[in-house]
């Protein structure tokens, strides 16, 4: 007999698909506004299909900037600071969590509280340090000072707190040292929290305005956020190539995403973010 389906269940799928509309409907629209002629993206009322389509926003974009050149700037500086940071963050993160040494707690509610300090307070401290090093408009000035962060590590910490600890003592009476352990059977098992944490990495850097403005001078230097910034400023705003550039811009994220949405789901679940 198949299944019959209560009022509830048919109130909660309407209410998921109405919920389903309204969070896919800006990327349907950004889409299809790609391929619009201007006139079509801000005639009023607002429509989601065009008169006419075509691919002169995406040729106009790829005539005017560099956008291989932002595109590779912004994987090197936003991939290079997602594996490094990982790899510094979930050690810190596996030090907090199973090492006891003094001043600990203090420590770990030191690196707590620079997460409440906002960016724009460190701007220009940092813009000066960077230039004092003398690597203002490289890549390696864009990825040093991101190399660990503050929620990394709690976010880590958390994950290496829900394993148990018979795990590491059995490792020890097989002999093995403190980094066989973490890399070998520590960070396997917090696969869903390392994934989770790269996301956010990768997310927050790839799509980040001022700080890579703020440390690149040339436009050779510039990111994809701050280059499209630039094109947008720079000229009498064209609404078709502006928007195709950003949907150019969202893709790899998206693609990414939906490959690893599994594990980030499960990173989020499986940490619970211990305090």
């Known amino acids: 007999m198949p299944k019959k389906i209560t009022p509830g269940q048919t109130i909660v799928f309407i209410s998921v698909l109405l919920m389903l509309i309204v969070v896919l409907f800006p990327f349907l629209w950004l889409i299809i506004s790609t391929f619009k002629i201007d006139t079509d993206i801000v005639k009023f009322p607002p429509t989601l299909f065009g008169t006419q389509y075509t691919i002169s926003s995406y040729v106009k974009v790829w005539e005017s900037i560099p956008l291989l050149d932002f595109l590779k700037n912004t994987v090197i500086f936003a991939g290079s600071?997602?594996?490094?940071s990982v790899l510094f963050d979930s050690m810190a993160g596996y030090a907090f969590a199973r090492f006891n040494?003094?001043?600990?707690?203090?420590?770990?509610?030191?690196?707590?509280?620079?997460?409440?300090?906002?960016?724009?307070v460190l701007m220009i401290p940092l813009f000066i340090e960077i230039f004092k090093l003398g690597i203002l408009n490289t890549y390696v000035g864009l990825i040093l000072p991101r190399m660990a962060d503050a929620f990394g590590i709690f976010l880590m910490r958390s994950s290496f707190i829900s394993l148990p600890k018979e795990l590491e003592e059995a490792a020890r009476?097989?002999?093995y040292?403190?980094?066989?352990?973490?890399?070998?059977?520590?960070?396997?098992?917090?696969?869903?929290?390392?994934?989770?944490?790269?996301?956010?990495?990768?997310?927050?850097n790839w799509n980040d305005l001022l700080y890579p403005l703020m440390l690149t001078s040339t436009t050779k230097m510039r990111t994809i956020s701050a280059g499209l910034a630039l094109f947008v400023g720079?000229?009498?705003?064209?609404?078709?190539?502006?928007?195709?550039?950003?949907?150019?811009?969202?893709?790899?994220?998206?693609?990414?995403?939906?490959?690893?949405q599994k594990y980030f789901v499960?990173?989020?679940a499986s940490t619970g973010l211990k305090g």
């Open 173 to 175: 009476v097989d002999g």
């Open 101 to 120: 040494f003094k001043g600990k707690k203090g420590l770990f509610a030191f690196i707590l509280i620079t997460m409440m300090i906002p960016f724009q």
């Open 234 to 260: 720079q000229r009498t705003l064209e609404y078709g190539p502006t928007l195709a550039a950003a949907l150019i811009a969202l893709l790899p994220l998206v693609i990414v995403f939906i490959f690893a």
């Open 81 to 84: 600071v997602t594996v490094i």
């Open 177 to 204: 040292n403190e980094f066989q352990i973490f890399f070998k059977i520590m960070l396997p098992l917090s696969k869903p929290a390392i994934i989770t944490l790269g996301i956010i990495n990768l997310m927050g």
């Open 266 to 268: 499960q990173g989020i």
